[in-house]
């Protein structure tokens, strides 16, 4: 005599496939506001203020390069050579006024999103440290690049990068103080006269 054996009730189909959506946060590409927490410095920055931001970083960029590029040419070394026109020396701040001559034609003709662009920054600064390099023959109106009247140049350059400097390094520092006062003043502000919630104490006579 054989086991009885249990037939299934009805016919084992295939299991239909179970597909899941990807979730619409990994279809997209993160927002600038979920970036912020790894550039909080930048963020924190209103428009204007990453504008002077990168105008500081091209200064003092372009700032040291020209000192670098200079004394190469005076000691003899490298590739760099002055650039001469007609048997006249071109001197570096010819370049910076064309750059800050272009900055002027865009905020003056341009649009709110170009004035912001980030190039228009980039340009402003290394335009204003090739004239800065060179103030002090613009104020003397003689070469004096390397004599001791010279000196009004470095230190009007190394000035401007050391005050914009403290400023966006202190920055931090005054916001933290900033906010701690208007978390001592907010207690203060809450407080008011107190008015009894029942009726008036004054009896009617």
Partial sequence: MSDPTTEPAGPAGPAAPVTTAPPAAAQRPPAPAELRPAAAG????????RSVLMSWLAFTTTFAAVRGVTSSIRAGRGPFRNLSAGGEHLHHYLWGIGLLAGVGAVAIRGDERARRHPVVAT?????LALVVDEFA????LRDVYWARQGRVSVD???GGIAAVGCY???RPFMRSWMGRRRAR???????????????????AP
Avoid: H, M
């Fill in 168 to 170: 966006f390094a202190g």
């Fill in 123 to 127: 340009c402003y600064g290394s335009g």
């Fill in 156 to 158: 009007l350059g190394i």
């Fill in 137 to 140: 023959l613009l104020l003397d």
């Fill in 42 to 49: 930048w963020w924190d920055l209103d428009p204007c203020q």
């Fill in 185 to 203: 003043r907010r207690p203060g502000q809450a407080e008011g006269p107190v008015t009894p919630a029942g009726p008036s104490a004054t009896a």
